[in-house]
């Protein structure tokens, strides 16, 4: 899979946070941006303590002004036919035409609400956290890194699979806006630094080289 497309360089740099250093790499699967940050503050070469962040954010450029035009393009033709044909006694399209706009409508509130969906992961020496955040507020998970293991369930008949950091009992969903393919790469990404349960590898400058790429 694919970095970077060759002309898309300088405008996918615009979005990596302030906080990103030259170390930091960029990903991007489809249109779903990953960033992966090797530094920490107050690093000093050679000290083994290090921290990976990656971020999570789904595919949703449409704006509301976007939606609100698409909207009115598809409901202003559908209500005018379906209203010439009630008029020549085709009554039962109207309510037709309209169920019809108003599935379009939730469809697009929907995709409107997934704009504010991010999912950061943080990984350290002892701990991995997982923070949601969506249009509801922000919601934090944190694990033990020696006892966290990443599992990746499924796909089964036509429900996508479904990638989880689990710790005694509890559990967390990770990238469940992401497809099969994105989500079996973070999994790839998260085994590494995470570790089996039981075992917390130590995270070194090598596993900055070994992010770039799948």
């Known amino acids: ?14 979005g990596l946070p302030a906080a990103c250093s030259a170390q930091a790499v960029s990903l991007l699967l ?11 503050e107050g690093y000093v070469a050679g000290d083994p303590l290090f921290t990976r962040s990656i971020q999570l954010c789904p595919n949703c450029s449409l704006s509301p002004r976007q939606a609100r035009l698409f909207f009115i393009s598809v409901a202003a033709p559908a209500l005018l036919f379906a209203t010439l044909f009630a008029r020549q ?21 929907v995709t409107l609400l997934r704009r504010h969906l991010r999912q950061t992961l943080t990984i350290t020496d002892g701990e991995v956290s997982v923070i949601t955040r969506d249009a ?25 699979s479904r990638l989880y950091v689990e710790s005694h009992g509890r559990s967390c969903e990770v990238g469940g806006f992401l497809t099969n393919a994105q989500r079996q790469a973070v999994f790839v990404r998260l085994a590494r630094l995470i570790g089996p349960g039981g075992s917390s590898p130590p ?7 070994a992010e770039s790429g799948y």
Do not use: C, K, Y
């Not at 507020?137 to 008949?157: C, D, I, K, N, Y």
């Not at 995270?203 to 080289?209: E, M, N, R, V, Y």
């Open 1 to 14: 899979m694919p970095l970077h497309r060759p002309g898309n360089t300088s405008r996918e740099r615009r």
């Open 203 to 209: 995270l070194t400058a090598t596993d900055g080289a």
């Open 136 to 160: 509801a507020g922000e919601r934090q998970m944190v694990f033990s890194r020696h006892w966290a293991r990443v599992t990746l369930r499924g796909p089964r008949g036509w429900l996508p």
């Open 89 to 109: 006694g085709f009554w039962p399209v109207l309510p037709f035409a309209g169920l019809e706009l108003a599935v379009l409508g939730w469809a697009l509130w």
């Open 30 to 40: 489809h249109a779903t941006l990953v960033t992966i940050d090797s530094r920490r």
